[in-house]
């Protein structure tokens, strides 16, 4: 299944929400905590102790609403095509290696200065872009919290004797010699182990 634009975008601003975390605490103006803060944001005399609210709170929504909809997609996928796996291979590197050096990349950012803020958004258009075109978009390291995991599979389709390899994201734990079904997005499978093993 080739994903949509849109959908890939989605999945990929998503995957960029502990970015927008680590934005917005730096957009914190700590100074003013000491004083009462003003939560009624909708009066006129009340601002939120932020440098530059619209746009951290904006970012941080977005990616926010965006990985709760990668989430809801992801609990909706049905995997369809049955498979035996023949060899189970755990990469937890992998995954974690997608994002992590980019957070680390764009701590210094500040939303007031435009050309930086400017080249971080021609940065991430480069890699939407390339994960979007090497089939690797749906690789988001926030799912290991939510009971993911990243495996490097060999596996036959049921009745057929020719083995194929590829990479997955699995909900849970799979090992090998078991069954279970699978949907392709783009060049990872989705892989929802079955409660019970199949004879």
Request: with cysteine; net charge neutral; proline share 4%.
């Amino acid at each position: 299944m080739q994903l949509r634009m849109i959908t890939a975008m989605v999945i990929f601003v998503g995957s960029y929400l502990p970015l927008s975390l680590i934005l917005l605490a730096q957009n914190v103006d700590y100074s003013r905590l000491s004083q009462n803060v003003c939560w009624k944001i909708w009066e006129q005399d009340c601002s939120l102790p932020l440098n530059n609210p619209r746009f951290a709170l904006g970012i941080f929504v977005a990616c926010s609403l965006c990985f709760v909809v990668t989430l809801v997609a992801l609990a909706l996928v049905q995997p369809k095509h049955e498979i035996e796996l023949t060899g189970v291979k755990h990469v937890p590197a992998d995954l974690m290696n997608y994002t992590l050096p980019y957070v680390v990349s764009f701590m210094s950012l500040d939303y007031q200065e435009t050309g930086k803020f400017v080249g971080f958004l021609i940065f991430l258009g480069w890699m939407f872009w390339i994960t979007y075109r090497s089939g690797q978009i749906v690789l988001n390291p926030i799912l290991i919290a939510f009971g993911w995991r990243l495996y490097d599979l060999s596996y036959r389709f049921v009745g057929d004797a020719t083995e194929h390899s590829s990479n997955a994201l699995v909900n849970g734990a799979v090992a090998s010699g078991e069954r279970h079904r699978q949907v392709a997005i783009q060049d990872i499978l989705i892989v929802k182990p079955s409660r019970t093993k199949d004879d």
